[in-house]
C-alpha cells in the first residue's frame, strides 16, 4: 500500500539502534528504486488511459497483496475500526491519484518532492527544537523555489503535489491510529480493499471509453507490482532488520532517486535550480533526522 507510505514518518521518531547491515540498505536501496521505477513505467500508460486508469489499476494490485499478508477480518470490525479504516481508504485512493496526476503534469522527480513534504511536515511537528524550525526554513524556500512563477509552470501539477502531501501526512497519523485499534496488518489490507471498491467504478469507465492496449495495461500492473507490492513485502522485511532511524534516513534519497529515474528513463530532465530545490528538502529532513538523534 504505498507510494507513500507511513513508515518514514514513524521511523524518525524511534530512538536510535545499531547500524544499518550491508543487505539492510540494498533491500532498502532496492525499495526505493523499485518504487519509482514503477511510478515511471505506470506514466508510460498515460496516453492510453490516463492517470486515473493507472491508479485504479494500482488500487488493485494493492489490495489484492495487502489482503494476501493482512487476512482482514472484515466481520469482526466494529464500526470504532471501521471509521478510520474508510478514512484511510479514501486518503490513500486520493494520495495516488493526487500523485500520479502531478507526475503527468509536472514530471517524476518534481511530484515526488512535493509529496515528500508531507512526512517531512509530520516529522517536524513532532518536535519543538530550533533545528526543526531550521528544517522547515530550508524546505520551504526549496518549494517555493520549485513553485516560483515561470512561462512553464504547471501550477495544476504543483497543487496536485502538494495535495499528495497532504494526503500522505493524512495517511501516517490515520495509519497510526488504524495500528491502534486493528491488530497487525488487516486494517491497511481492509483499507486496500474499500479503496479498490471505490475505484471499480472509475476503472469501468476507462475500460468503456478508452479501451486499454495491451502495453498500457502491462505498464499499469507493472507500476502496480513495482510501486506496490514489492516495497511494501521489502519494507516488512527492512523495518525489522534496519534501524528505524537509518529507515527514515534513506527514505530521504527517494526524492533524489525520482529525479534520476525520471532523467535516465523518460527524458525529464531539471535545471540546476529545481535541482537545489529538491536538494533543500531532501536535506531539510536529512538534518532532522540527524538532531532527532544525538
Known amino acids: ?20 547491515s550491508p543487505a539492510g540498505v540494498a533491500a532498502m536501496l532496492g525499495s526505493g528504486l523499485s ?3 514503477g511510478a515511471a513505467t505506470g506514466s508510460l500508460a498515460f496516453p492510453a488511459i490516463g492517470p486515473v486508469g493507472v491508479v485504479a489499476v494500482r488500487q488493485y494490485v494493492a489490495a489484492a497483496v495487502l489482503l494476501a499478508v493482512g487476512r482482514p477480518a472484515l466481520r469482526g470490525f466494529t464500526w470504532r475500526q471501521w471509521r478510520p479504516v474508510i478514512l484511510l481508504a479514501v486518503v ?15 514530471g517524476l522527480g518534481l511530484a515526488v518532492t512535493l509529496e515528500f513534504l508531507g512526512p517531512l511536515a509530520v516529522a517536524l511537528a513532532a518536535t519543538r527544537r530550533r533545528t526543526d524550525v531550521l528544517c522547515a526554513l530550508l524546505a520551504a524556500a526549496g518549494v517555493v523555489t520549485l513553485m516560483r512563477p515561470q512561462p512553464s509552470t504547471d501550477y495544476v501539477g504543483m497543487a ?14 490515520l495509519n497510526q ?16 480493499l474499500l479503496s479498490a471498491v471505490m475505484f471499480l467504478p472509475v476503472g469501468l469507465h476507462v475500460v468503456l471509453r478508452h479501451p486499454p492496449t495491451a502495453a498500457s495495461l502491462a505498464y499499469a500492473v507493472a507500476a502496480g507490482v513495482l510501486a506496490s507490492a514489492v516495497p511494501y513485502l521489502v519494507d516488512l522485511y527492512t523495518l525489522r532488520h534496519v534501524p528505524a532511524a537509518a529507515f527514515g534516513l534513506f527514505m530521504s534519497v527517494n526524492p533524489v532517486l525520482a529525479a534520476v529515474v525520471g532523467w535516465v528513463g523518460l527524458g525529464q530532465s ?11 528538502v531532501v536535506g531539510a529532513n536529512v538534518l532532522s533526522i540527524h538532531f532527532s538523534r544525538r
Open 177 to 192: 491510529k488504524v495500528g491502534r485499534l486493528v491488530p497487525g496488518a488487516q486494517g491497511s489490507a481492509a483499507a486496500a
Open 270 to 280: 531539471l535545471g540546476w535550480t529545481d535541482g537545489a530545490a529538491i536538494g533543500a
Open 35 to 37: 518504487n519509482q521505477i
Open 1 to 20: 500500500m504505498r507510494t507513500a507510505p507511513s513508515e518514514p514518518a514513524l521511523a524518525t521518531s524511534a530512538p536510535p539502534t545499531p547500524q544499518a
Open 160 to 173: 496536485s503535489g502538494l495535495l499528495g502531501a497532504v494526503c500522505w501526512a493524512s495517511y501516517i497519523k
Open 92 to 106: 490513500f485512493a486520493t494520495m495516488n491519484l493526487s500523485l500520479y496526476t502531478a507526475i503527468d503534469r509536472v
